[in-house]
């Protein structure tokens, strides 16, 4: 029996999804990267070469790590300043952050490590022994400075200017609507960034600040040109002196794959999350 008309399924409601699309969606890039992963994992606990190159290059691992954490950190602090500068009632505030913005962001991130490293930290040495002269406090020598904080430093200043960027996205993209309410209740300027604007924000900055975030552990590796003991560093001067390139640079990559693709499968699980967790907004 037919049913009557108008109370059939509607021809343009979604119906189930194709078998053939969701076949094409299957992650086949991340089962051939885990299949090389595990030959290559293979290769370096049973391979004495592979594994006596391992064992040299994990000393570095933990140089990589704490020159990205602490750049990030530090990059997170200043750009969320330089956003608020950008977005402040004041023209002096946003004139002087836009400039440093866009005069970071247009700096190759290597002429900015080495301007920082011979220019930065001998003209921060010169100024300091100047004010101890008056203060009485201890001179420096720019060799007190070490290659790895002006590696630091010099990442930091770079990616401030990228997430500075993203906070100001974010920040603007809350409904002003939500800022004059909280105005109308009488919060604060900073009340309301605390409580109104950030966690709402939060949302849309999340995903970009773990891209940049992935984006600066490779870029990390730009720190091996000042002699700074990381992974990248460490392979070259391991390559260097047994002429094993092939392998050890195959471990060097596998290094900062494992780190790179295993933080972007995590950031891609907590961006499910977060739209799961969206309230609709039709």
Request: charged share 15%.
């Amino acid at each position: 029996m037919t049913p009557p008309e108008g109370t059939g399924p509607d021809p343009a409601a979604p119906g189930p999804r194709p078998k053939r699309l969701a076949r094409a969606d299957f992650p086949y890039w991340l089962v051939a990267t885990v299949l090389i992963g595990a030959i290559l994992s293979w290769n370096m606990l049973s391979d004495p070469v592979y594994a006596g190159i391992l064992a040299a290059l994990t000393r570095g691992l933990g140089v990589t790590v704490f020159v990205t954490l602490t750049a990030f950190l530090l990059a997170t602090l200043l750009g969320l300043v330089l956003a608020t500068g950008v977005l402040s009632r004041h023209v002096a505030a946003r004139q002087v952050a836009r400039f440093y913005i866009e005069i970071m962001r247009g700096v190759p991130m290597l002429v900015l490590l080495f301007y920082v490293a011979f220019v930065g930290a001998p003209a921060l040495v010169a100024g300091w022994n100047w004010a101890a002269g008056w203060l009485g406090l201890p001179t420096l020598m720019t060799r007190d400075v070490s290659l790895m904080w002006r590696a630091i430093i010099a990442l930091a200043l770079g990616y401030a200017a990228f997430i500075a960027e993203i906070f100001r996205a974010g920040i603007q993209s809350v409904d002003p609507g939500q800022v004059e309410a909280a105005k109308a209740l009488g919060l604060s300027g900073w009340q309301r960034f605390r409580l109104v604007v950030l966690p709402q924000a939060i949302r849309t900055i999340l995903p970009p600040l773990g891209n940049d975030f992935i984006a600066l552990i490779k870029d990390s590796a730009l720190v091996s040109v000042l002699g700074v003991a990381d992974i990248s560093q460490l392979g070259k001067v391991y390559s260097a002196s047994s002429f094993r390139y092939f392998e050890t640079y195959n471990v060097v990559a596998f290094l900062y794959l494992a780190m790179t693709i295993g933080l972007s499968l995590a950031l891609r699980g907590f961006e499910r999350r977060m739209r799961r967790r969206a309230p609709d907004r039709r």
